[in-house]
């Protein structure tokens, strides 16, 4: 028997309705299948509900994968690809397993030798790294910043070191109501003239994205609480 497939399904970084950012392909996906493995239940049953809502929420059977989640529990749910059924794997925001613990089930689907198909959608890192004007040849995702203050300042002049020496451009998140304060210590902290790019609220109708210096982002007002926001450096 024909092994099932794990289906990488993105989803919108918002509100906005999904075929507004998502190619039909993404609904294909989602009419087909009947077993997900989400982030979280309820936003998973909306997201669905969202692009396929004939499609009936009673026959689909989703399995939880987050921080709480057992990794012995984990270890079953490609289970039924042996049993060749399909399933689909879906973020809360943007493309799973990028940022996202949704990579572990990639991780095991390789060791199975079950084929992963990935679908095309809207990833912030890549869309913000494509909007910065920055190096995008040579680029690290750094996920989280210490919350240490001190560690945290240390963590950003070594970033703007290596963004120099290497001439890699370095991107990074903060929790979204902590984003004011790290742009006020990017600005304190970097040197004047390296460039700071704030992505915020990509492909919404709210979207702020501008890449200035940090002399000048000290300048500027911005409020960025809550918002989802993705921060790039680089000093030339």
Request: with cysteine.
């Amino acid at each position: 028997m024909q092994k099932g497939k794990l289906y990488l399904i993105p989803v919108p970084l918002g509100d906005n309705p999904p075929l507004e950012v998502l190619p039909i392909a993404v609904k294909k996906a989602v009419e087909d299948l009947h077993y997900f493995i989400v982030e979280n239940e309820k936003a998973g049953r909306r997201f669905i509900k969202n692009i396929c809502p004939n499609k009936s929420q009673s026959k689909l059977s989703l399995f939880p994968l987050n921080k709480f989640t057992e990794v012995s529990d984990t270890m079953q749910y490609l289970d039924v690809c042996d049993e060749g059924i399909s399933i689909g794997l879906l973020s809360d925001a943007g493309c799973p397993a990028i940022a996202d613990p949704g990579s572990e089930m990639v991780k095991l689907a390789h060791q199975k030798n079950i084929q992963v198909v990935p679908l095309v959608g809207p990833s912030s890192i890549l869309l913000a790294m494509m909007s910065s004007g920055m190096n995008g040849q040579g680029f690290a995702f750094n996920g989280y910043l210490p919350i240490d203050k001190q560690e945290r300042k240390a963590k950003i002049k070594l970033l703007e070191r290596v963004s120099h020496e290497q001439h890699l451009s370095q991107s990074f998140i903060e929790t979204p109501y902590r984003n004011n304060q790290l742009l006020e210590e990017l600005t304190k902290t970097l040197q004047p003239h390296t460039r700071i790019c704030v992505a915020c609220d990509i492909t919404l109708n709210t979207q702020f994205i501008y890449t200035t210096t940090a002399h000048d982002w000290s300048k500027i007002k911005v409020d960025l609480h809550k918002r989802p926001t993705i921060f790039i450096i680089q000093k030339d």
